[in-house]
């Protein structure tokens, strides 16, 4: 089943301390958002890829897209104020190219294949899937830095992107957000507030968000071993 991918790439990467667009920073001499690109532009299902950036960035980036044969970008609306305006932006843009949008992190470049492939299937069947990994560490609720109770982790996840949803059912949840001025921090939340259910679908913990510089190691990792595993 054909989607697009909606993928916010309009950040400031202050966490990363930077000083300018994360996703410029290289992993293995290529830019972390032709890493992520790459792959759906090899997903023969994705009909389409939005980004939302900074207009003044659209120029940079269009030459990344070039040097590195990224043909699937349909547009480039310019991102919001905060990541759901971005997305929303793109949304508008999209809305009638498929029925069914992804919206993935820029900054997760190891998202892979079978995963978007059965998220894409859930969503398709129930209306929304989002993708995430089981809690594997001990979990405790902290109040001004004194325990409240510990957590039973079986019944948490950590969650990720992608976020797949049926499009009517994703742009129903945006403007339902917008005309109650309210701001979630994903698009799932948005979903949930229409009381529609959001399954999850497990993903890898090698999906991570390149947010630190500790994250650039671990990235440089992950690259490593896929290359072994290749080889």
Known sequence: MNYIVVLPAAGSGKRMRAG??????TLR??????????????????AGIWLAVKPEERMIIQEMLDEHHIT??????????ERQHSVYACIQAAEHEADLILVHDAA????EPAVIKKLAQKASETGAAIAGVKAKDTMKRVHNHIIEETVDREQLWIIQTPQAFQTDILVKAQKQAEQDEFLGTDESM????????????????????????????????????????EN
Do not use: W
């Open 29 to 46: 001499n290529k830019p972390i958002l032709i890493h992520t690109l790459e792959v759906f532009e090899q997903d023969p299902n994705c």
């Open 108 to 111: 997760r470049p190891f998202i």
């Open 190 to 229: 948005l979903v949930e507030r229409l009381n529609i259910p959001v399954h999850v679908v497990e993903s890898t913990y090698d999906n991570v968000k390149m947010t630190t510089q500790e994250d650039l190691l671990m990235g440089e990792a992950i690259l490593q071993k896929r290359q072994q595993e």
């Open 20 to 25: 300018h667009n994360k996703l410029f920073l």
């Open 72 to 81: 699937k970008v349909k547009g480039m609306p310019a991102g919001g104020e």
